[in-house]
């Protein structure tokens, strides 16, 4: 018997999510590029260091260096962990660790991001793989993993830690949803999360953190809707968009 991808996970709009509710994606966040962001802390269990997965949803037309998901300060090296990111030099979108001694590891995206559309990235490193999917494909990979620094600098949603001015910060500038970070390798699951181009309820994926972006959030606090705990806090800005992936 064949199960379909998107049911297999509870795919759609009637998919049937916590608590028996159905599934619906009606909001995301809207960062200026200035000065909004959403603080995640320093938690002990976003301190991973070996397998790691970042799933998130974006929009935006700019094409500087901004921030999707990050836990990294902009030097020194000693000082960094993973970030994922839109590299305005590069036009693509990155996906870095820093391994213990802080040599950097990456993969890059080849897909155009930044034409006001809503794309979606998977970001994935177990322990020795790295790969990188956009909107479902995947579009590089390496074997150049090893061990994250373990660093007790906040995860940030929109922006990494830097000191001075924005292009020290690296914020981002447009939408996000629905972003998950797992302690585990979800390549196996890259086409049911992307469920083709359609958020879908990731519960029977077990995130280890998992923000809706304003789905049964109340502002400032981005719920984590995974086994984590680890509440976000909305920073210079207070409403939720009604833009999102569908």
């Known amino acids: 018997m064949q199960i379909s991808i998107s049911n297999a996970i509870g795919g759609g709009g009637g998919a049937q999510g916590a608590g028996g509710s159905s599934f619906t994606n009606t909001k995301s966040i809207d960062l200026d590029g ?53 590299s305005g030099s ?33 970001a ?8 990188i999917y956009i909107d479902g494909t995947l579009e590089d990979s390496n074997t150049d993993g090893g061990t994250i620094q ?39 699951n890259a086409s049911a999360i992307y469920n083709s181009g359609v958020p879908n309820d990731l519960a029977s994926l077990s995130p280890l953190s998992w923000w809706r972006c304003g789905d049964g959030d109340t502002a400032p606090t981005l719920t984590d809707n995974g086994s984590g705990g680890n509440n976000g806090t909305m920073t210079n800005f207070s409403t939720f968009s009604t833009d999102v992936p569908t």
């Open 90 to 122: 590069t036009n693509t979108i990155r996906f870095y660790i820093y391994k213990t001694g802080g040599v950097v590891a990456t993969v890059t995206s080849t897909s155009t991001v930044t034409d006001g559309n809503w794309h979606h990235v998977l």
């Open 150 to 188: 373990d660093i007790t600098t906040d995860v940030f949603i929109g922006r990494r830690f830097g000191s001075g001015g924005g292009s020290f910060k690296n914020f981002f500038n447009g939408n996000i949803d629905e972003v998950a970070i797992w302690n585990s390798d979800q390549s196996a």
């Open 124 to 131: 994935t490193h177990n322990g020795t793989n790295m790969k």
């Open 34 to 86: 200035v000065d909004d962001y959403v603080d995640l802390g320093n938690p002990t269990s976003l301190r991973i260091t070996g397998d790691l997965s970042i799933s998130a949803w974006f929009k935006t037309t700019s094409t500087v260096t901004q921030m999707i998901v990050a836990k990294d300060r902009v030097s020194p090296n000693t000082l960094r962990a993973y970030m994922l990111f839109y």
